[in-house]
């Protein structure tokens, strides 16, 4: 991934943000949005951009943007970083290879196997155990 194509090619949105405030909500733009369309990247390779789409399947809009946004502080610097972060973070996790399926554990013995490696065990704990003397009477 290139990720300065990735800065050249997103769009910068800013709006007013809602919440607390004040009066200052009321008269400065700190929302910001990022506007990305990742199937007319060029920032990535035909691989990434594979895995990439299968990712944000469900992230993107109808015309195939990914939209960030950030209205969590009260400067719209701040605002800006915290969407670019978002943004970075969701490309590099979609361009991950998939992990490898997990092995499924082994599966339990039948009822006979089991039995049997219980006998063996017991049989052989039976002989590390001293003999019983009292049974011999002494002459």
Known sequence: MNWEQVQKEAQVRTS???????????????????????????????????????????KLTADGALLTASQESRSQARNRELAWEKLERLLREGIQPPKPPRQAGAFAPSPQTRKAVKSKLSEKKASRRSPDLSSFEED
């Open 16 to 58: 007013r943000s809602g919440g607390p405030g004040g009066q200052h909500v009321n008269k400065v733009e700190t929302r910001v949005e990022l506007v990305f369309y990742p199937e007319a990247s060029l920032a990535f390779t035909t691989q990434e951009k594979t895995a990439l789409m299968a990712f944000l399947e469900g």
